[in-house]
T-cell receptor
Framework: AQTVTQSQPEMSVQEAETVTLSCTYDTSENNYYLFWYKQPPSRQMILVIRQEAYKQQNATENRFSVNFQKAAKSFSLKISDSQLGDTAMYFCAFMKLQPSYGQNFVFGPGTRLSVLP | ETGVTQSPTHLIKTRGQQVTLRCSSQSGHNTVSWYQQALGQGPQFIFQYYREEENGRGNFPPRFSGLQFPNYSSELNVNALELDDSALYLC???????????????FGPGTRLTVL
């Protein structure tokens, strides 16, 4: 079974500064996806960024980038130039590339990020 | 392209009642998953449906059941509601091709269930 751990229940950052959210995971799979999802108070779960495990290059999406360390099973999210609209719960998630019967998509417990003016 | 939709948005029930939540998957997606999210916590996997068959189940009792229809929409049914069933219920759809997950899960806005 896969597990996803986020060791920072809450974090805060000043507007315009940079913050890094941590995520580690455990799996015996070799092919998988990793994601960061954002859930603002409006509760809609929104994809922030995705990383395919077979790609060595770290994914980037505008102000969001990841540091993917496959051997260490680490997948951190860096948010640059933080904006007030980045305030939300952030969930790290794992998905098998080749799903089988059972849970193929696993969320971490989440990190609540507050961006302060 | 239509996103994932869920109905109703909010629902209030009393203990012991039964409830049905509905989800329409994103156009072209053939896999639907359901999650329960208690306040302040991460989503917990209930079950997944692929091509109208249950493809996995989390640690939820049998009173949580589901269906997937030929158009890939889905229902979550909960019988004998308990107070602890109060939560946000999220539906997510994705595409599986030839035994391989093609993309991430796309989430609906959720149904907020309150059990009194």
């Amino acid at each position: 079974a896969q597990t996803v751990t986020q060791s920072q229940p809450e974090m805060s950052v000043q507007e315009a500064e940079t913050v890094t959210l941590s995520c580690t995971y455990d799996t015996s799979e070799n092919n998988y996806y990793l994601f960061w999802y954002k859930q603002p108070p409006s509760r809609q779960m929104i994809l922030v960024i995705r990383q395919e495990a077979y790609k060595q290059q770290n994914a980037t999406e505008n102000r969001f980038s990841v540091n993917f360390q496959k051997a260490a099973k680490s997948f951190s999210l860096k948010i640059s130039d933080s904006q007030l609209g980045d305030t939300a719960m952030y969930f790290c998630a794992f998905m098998k590339l080749q799903p089988s019967y059972g849970q193929n998509f696993v969320f971490g417990p989440g990190t609540r990020l507050s961006v302060l003016p | 392209e239509t996103g994932v939709t869920q109905s109703p948005t909010h629902l209030i029930k009393t203990r012991g009642q039964q409830v049905t939540l509905r989800c329409s998957s994103q156009s072209g997606h053939n896999t639907v998953s359901w999650y329960q999210q208690a306040l302040g916590q991460g989503p917990q996997f209930i079950f997944q449906y692929y091509r109208e068959e249950e493809n996995g189940r989390g640690n939820f009792p049998p009173r949580f059941s589901g269906l997937q229809f030929p158009n890939y929409s889905s229902e979550l049914n909960v019988n004998a509601l308990e107070l602890d069933d109060s939560a946000l219920y999220l539906c997510a759809s994705s595409l599986r091709i030839g035994g391989v997950s093609y993309n991430e899960q796309f989430f609906g806005p959720g149904t907020r269930l309150t059990v009194l």
